[in-house]
Nanobody
């Protein structure tokens, strides 16, 4: 199983980025997919979830600014991040979950300058 996150970078506050997570080795459409992030010196925190049925949920800190989506035909998860704030600076990770199965990808770094 591989989950390959990409799309991170350096952006000014107020800017936008779109993260992608390409999955292989799993039946992607069956998995709930999640984004987490870990800021320097802090614990990993949950950002957003999209279920296999397409239902979405967001952490309060990103609600209204971030949008999670998936393309089952491309086995790819996305996170559209708008109105970025310096507090969004972190390494972002994607995760696939189905019952007892849980897979993590490598992270992609997002840095938001003020």
């Amino acid at each position: 199983v591989q989950l390959q996150a990409s799309g991170g970078g350096l952006v000014q506050a107020g800017g936008s980025l779109r993260l992608s997570c390409a999955a292989s080795g799993i039946i992607f459409s069956r998995y709930a997919m999640r984004w987490f992030r870990q800021a320097p010196g802090k614990e990993r925190e949950w950002v957003a979830t999209i279920t296999s049925a397409g239902t979405t949920n967001y952490a309060d800190s990103v609600k209204g600014r971030f949008t999670i989506s998936r393309d089952n035909g491309k086995n790819t998860l996305y996170l559209q991040m708008n109105s970025l704030e310096p507090e969004d600076t972190a390494v972002y990770y994607c995760d696939a979950a189905l019952g007892v199965y849980n897979y993590w990808g490598q992270g992609t770094k997002v840095t938001v300058s003020s």
